[in-house]
């Protein structure tokens, strides 16, 4: 029987366990979204981790609409995280950058007054975080198609500073409602040229995204994160299980190190309805399938031992216990998450919680 204890390789890394760490926004870079020395003792406290997959890191302004997030579009921002992915590495594990652009969810404050860019013209629900507090999201304008090539080339920028910043692969972040799900997903991809309509259009941009971060990176250090969840922050599909078994598929074979996915439950903050296609998924992409999303330490075993997946990524549970994997080896006690410490500045609630004596 596979354990969460069991080292597994995937591409060209190689994990000494299979408790992963989630990719987790915590809001501790500069304004100008440069990393911090202290992103650094975050990170390498974590460092039995498996593998750590970084906070979602912007690939350019255009597309960063968090306070306090990395990014990884400046020579400022690659020098910055050398010495937190050095850190992490001197600690003996393994650190992966995570690409993020979060499309009609930056709000026009980040981006001096101008519209959030989308595959269509959409507005999402709620609120987004900016510096002078919550606000109403703005309607997104639809990208150009002549826009879209300049976007793939940040992307690959964005994998060649990861690379130049020593970091051990790069994930692309396609989940979440951000700016490739929202070319994923039927209810806010309404374009009629040829990134939209079919599954086969919607999903190209991903897909030529992560073939941009492949010619950087190698397929044996390239991963992607997805989240077929029904509506993630109002970015929801027609037919999800047509969707994302077709964009396995298209992963599989491009032979990417790893897919991480999602998989709400019942006890979830996102919706169940997942848990229906993770056997679907786990058939159409043959590669590396690692689950995420309040996983206990039985719960993951149970996912390993029935197959559905290779490896868990623990999110929250990791934030609070930087030595998750030996803490779960003794069965030991786990320290509670703060949640109103989550995205506020400083050490409180970031590099403070308690490892085992």
């Not at 002549?146 to 940040?154: A, G, M």
Request: charged fraction near 20%.
């Amino acid at each position: 029987m596979t354990s969460v204890f069991e080292p597994i390789t995937f591409g060209a890394i190689h994990a000494p366990n299979r408790i992963m760490m989630a990719p987790l926004t915590r809001g501790r870079a500069t304004r100008s979204h440069v990393p911090t020395p202290l992103m650094g003792e975050y990170y390498s406290q974590r460092a039995s981790a498996g593998l750590i997959i970084s906070e979602a890191t912007g690939i350019t302004q255009q597309g960063l609409g968090w306070p306090y997030a990395p990014g990884l579009w400046s020579e400022e921002q690659v020098n910055g995280w050398k010495p937190v992915v050095r850190a992490v590495h001197e600690a003996g594990g393994r650190i992966v950058a995570q690409l993020w652009h979060m499309g009609r969810l930056v709000h026009p404050d980040y981006l001096g007054g101008a519209q959030p860019v989308s595959a269509s013209a959409t507005t999402a629900p709620g609120h987004a975080h900016t510096y002078e507090g919550t606000k109403p999201y703005a309607e997104s304008r639809a990208l150009e198609l002549h826009e879209i090539k300049p976007i793939i080339d940040d992307y690959r920028r964005a994998a060649e500073h990861a690379m130049a910043a020593g970091f051990d692969g790069v994930q692309l972040h396609g989940a979440n409602g951000y700016l490739i799900d929202q070319f994923l997903r039927d209810g806010t991809n309404r374009r009629t040229d040829s990134y939209g309509g079919s599954v086969e259009n919607r999903i190209r941009l991903l897909i030529e995204v992560t073939q941009a971060l492949i010619s950087v990176a190698g397929a044996d250090r390239t991963g992607v994160r997805l989240s077929p969840n029904d509506d993630p922050q109002g970015c929801g599909d027609s037919d999800s299980e047509s969707l994302f078994t077709k964009t396995a598929d298209a992963l599989d074979k491009l032979r990417i190190a790893f897919l991480e996915m999602r998989a709400s439950r019942p006890e979830s903050t996102f919706r169940p309805a997942i848990r229906q296609l993770v056997p679907t998924v786990r058939r159409a992409f043959k590669g590396t399938l690692i689950l995420n999303s309040d996983y206990s330490l039985d719960d993951a075993s149970q996912a390993l031992r029935l197959g559905e997946a290779d490896a868990i990524t623990f999110g929250r549970t990791f934030l609070a216990n930087p030595d998750l994997p030996a803490r779960l080896a003794k069965r030991a006690a786990l320290n509670p998450p703060n949640s109103k410490t989550f995205y506020t500045p400083g050490p409180t609630g970031y590099t403070d919680y308690p490892a085992l004596t």
